[in-house]
């Protein structure tokens, strides 16, 4: 199971110094989520840090950073209105959505699954249809299938639940931002994570 961390909203002083930690403990995706930042704070951010961890970070605003600094790839709302898909994942809240884009980007963040950490009140509705979700994610999958990512309250006690679904991964926010040591609670998470996906592949 891949691990995805999301960034914090705002200004955090152990955000940069976590994310060489993340990266070192093989990190492949750090999605970038600053939606109150202007694109020239969001720019002069971004040209601080190391150009090697460029390629992978993946902007949830500002779209056209990502080809004038060479970034890993755009997200892209729900609900953004998109005419064609121009970024690597997407977020989608319904299985419609789901099913439409499933084939139409690399990776997909699904959700809400839980409750989240940092928006009270915001979770899955009481009648969620999670059956019909997990046919969808363990039926058929070629090749051209995006990675489909659990969003939403994500902790390590909450991944078996997730990979009991059918999902690829998850994308992390308040199970790392919420810890005294984001770092550690990352490598918890991937520890978690690996055992679940091992576990999997051995089934």
Known sequence: MQIVVISPESVDPREVASMGAFFDDGLER??????????????????????SWRPRLVLHQHHALVEKLGLGGRHEKDWGGYPE???????????????????????????????????PFYGPSPDFPWEELKAILTGPRDAGSARVLAVGGIKSDGLARCAELGFDGAAVLGAVWNEPDPAHAHRALRKAAAELGAARNAA
């Open 30 to 51: 750090y999605h970038v989520r600053k939606p109150s930042w202007s694109a020239a704070d969001l720019e002069t951010w971004l040209g601080g840090l190391p150009p």
């Open 85 to 119: 898909p121009a970024g690597i994942s997407r977020s989608c809240h319904d299985l419609n959505s789901l099913r439409k884009h499933l084939h139409r980007y690399q990776s997909l963040l699904f959700g809400p699954v839980f409750t989240s950490l940092t928006k």
